[in-house]
Structure formats: structure tokens, C-alpha cells
């Protein structure tokens, strides 16, 4: 709105104190005066206002530290990273059947289930005041609703629980560290809220400021198609280890779920 305004009082000002500024040579000459130097000098003027914006702008974006925007988030950064440090994690994740696989909750969070496309993963860096996570965002643009509130041609994101293509190993995240941008799946990630927290060093990540969905562990919950095959856990899903497409995975996970 000050920009606007700026131009604006550039462009008011009158004629006769633009001439007035002009140098004063004999009296004969500043008689006769040609509009045409004056409207230059209004372009020019405007031009130079423009310049001067355009430059604090872009001192404005490189300031910037290349950290997430984070608001709810209590003490942590979060930063895309290219090539994470090579480290190794470990865990264990709660042994469930295959029919507590396909409940409505895990962890009294809603899980949704659907087809589609990877459009784009990214690295990133949580740094809790000195203890650093790497996880990775995928963006996935949706195929087919097979449960819940989603739309099909949007673009979500999932919290993974590790990196993708990196030296780190994290354990229990064979199946999700095969995803790659242009592969199909279907995926099973629960529903983030505002009481999805992270908590690490003292520190709390509210994980819904990064994704409004997330696995809950990187060995269930995916079924990925590759040029190898289909790619998903068949011991944590037995009725499902004959499927030999994708579409029939659909087929089997959508009726379960009704």
C-alpha cells in the first residue's frame, strides 16, 4: 500500500514545480519550455522508485535463514536439507494385526487411506536446540480417495519417518525409504492434529505445521509399485501377499475398509 502511494504522489506532482526545478539559464530560455523533458523526468523518477523497492525486497528474501516457518513449534528449527549427515537411528514399532492395520485410529488419530503419485520428497533438518532428526516430506498428488476427506487431484504431504536416497538408517523404514518422485502407491498415513508433538531435548515440534499427515512408521501403511514388483510388508499384511498389481491391492484395501 506504501508503494502505491508512493507512485502516486510521484505521478501528482504538478508541472510548474518540476520547472521550477529546472536550472535557470537567461530569461529568454526559461520562457519556452517543452513538455516532453518533462514527462521523461516523471517516467525516469518512477522507474528509479521502482529500483529502489525491488532492491529492499530482495534484501528482504535474502535475509531470510531458509528455516521452515514454524509458529506453534516451541524451540525448534527446521530446515530443508540436500545431503543429511550419514547417521543411524533405531527403534521398535508396536506389534499390530493386520486388522488393527485397517481400523479407523491408530493412536486415536484418524487414518486415511488413498491412491497416488509422488510428486516431490524433500529432506529436512529438525534441530531441537543441538539434537537433530531427519525425516523427509513427500508431496503427493491424490489418484483416488479410497477413506477420508480428501480430493482427488489435490497435492498432500506426509511426514516420513526418514530420510529418502541418503546414507542415514533408520530402522523399521524399509518400505517408505523406497519412495521416489513418479512413483505409485497407495498410502495409509494418519491425520495429524494440533496434539501431534514431537517432543525432543525439551523441545516440541507441532508436526501438523510441517504435513497434515504422517506414517506412523516407515515398515506399514505403504504399498509402492515398482519396476520390481509391488513393494509393501507382507508379513504385517497376509492377505495381501498375493496381490500381483497395484490395482488389486486397491481392490483388497477398499473393501476392508468399508
Not at 85 to 101: F, H, K
Not at 113 to 124: K, S, T
Not at 195 to 205: A, D, F, Q, V
Request: proline share 3%.
Amino acid at each position: 500500500m506504501k508503494n502505491r502511494k508512493l507512485l502516486n504522489i510521484i505521478g501528482d506532482i504538478d508541472d510548474k514545480y518540476i520547472i521550477e526545478a529546472e536550472p535557470r539559464g537567461e530569461k529568454e530560455h526559461t520562457k519556452i519550455i517543452s513538455k516532453k523533458p518533462i514527462f521523461y523526468f516523471k517516467v525516469a523518477a518512477i522507474l528509479a522508485s521502482l529500483a529502489l523497492i525491488v532492491t529492499i525486497s530482495m534484501s528482504f528474501f535474502n535475509s531470510d535463514n531458509g528455516n521452515l516457518p514454524l509458529e506453534l513449534s516451541k524451540g525448534v528449527n527446521v530446515r530443508y536439507v540436500e545431503n543429511p549427515p550419514a547417521v543411524a537411528s533405531s527403534g521398535d514399532i508396536e506389534w499390530l494385526m493386520e486388522t488393527e492395520l485397517f481400523g479407523e485410529k491408530y493412536a486415536d488419530l484418524k487414518i486415511v487411506a488413498f491412491e497416488g503419485i509422488v510428486d516431490d520428497i524433500r529432506n529436512i533438518e529438525c534441530d531441537y536446540d543441538g539434537y537433530k532428526d531427519y525425516r523427509a516430506i513427500a508431496y503427493i498428488n491424490v489418484t483416488d480417495v479410497i477413506r477420508g476427506d480428501l480430493v482427488e487431484g489435490n497435492t498432500v504431504k506426509i511426514l516420513l519417518p526418514g530420510p529418502i536416497d541418503t546414507n542415514i538408517h533408520v530402522s523399521e523404514t524399509s518400505i517408505s525409504s523406497q519412495m521416489v518422485v513418479g512413483g505409485k502407491g497407495i498410502f495409509m498415513p494418519i491425520t495429524y492434529n494440533e496434539n501431534s508433538i514431537r517432543e525432543e531435548n525439551g523441545k516440541e515440534l507441532v508436526l501438523l505445521e510441517l504435513a497434515e499427515y504422517g506414517l506412523a512408521d516407515g515398515e506399514r501403511w505403504v504399498f509402492l509399485e515398482s519396476n520390481k514388483g509391488l513393494i509393501f510388508n507382507k508379513e504385517a499384511y497376509p492377505s495381501l501377499a498375493h496381490a500381483e498389481d497395484l490395482e488389486e491391492i486397491k481392490k483388497i484395501v477398499r473393501f476392508k475398509l468399508k
